[in-house]
């Protein structure tokens, strides 16, 4: 009896690890063309580009000191260089799916991609 509850668990955990990672998989499909990179820097949008084409781009923000400089090349977008102290968000490497952030914590920046009428989400806003 023993033995056929832990077996009934284990299909239990393998049925919800199975929904649970057919979640993770459908939320990180890249996003469409059309979807936005939105940069925000101390709560304040600073950049809000259309993922569009195949073209690149690169923007610094901020100053000397307090430097992230961001780059887009098709749907994709990148931290390429910072001189924060961490250099996590330039570790972070290219994000390219609905809802996918960068943060510098440090510089307090955020770049998020997000798809076209997705909702917004102002978790750091505050
Ligand atoms: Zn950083």
Known sequence: ???MKR???LMGAAALAVSVLGIAWSQASPVK???EMIVRQH???VLRVELTDNSEETWTLGEPGHQNV???KGTRARVVKADCPDQICV???WVDKDG???LCVPHRLLVEIRSK???TIDALAR
């Open 7 to 9: 077996a009934d668990f």
């Open 43 to 45: 709560n304040h949008e």
């Open 1 to 3: 009896m023993k033995k």
């Open 33 to 35: 063309p059309g979807a």
């Open 100 to 102: 996918d952030q960068l």
């Open 117 to 119: 009428g997705a909702k």
């Open 70 to 72: 961001v780059q887009r």
């Open 91 to 93: 570790k972070q490497g």
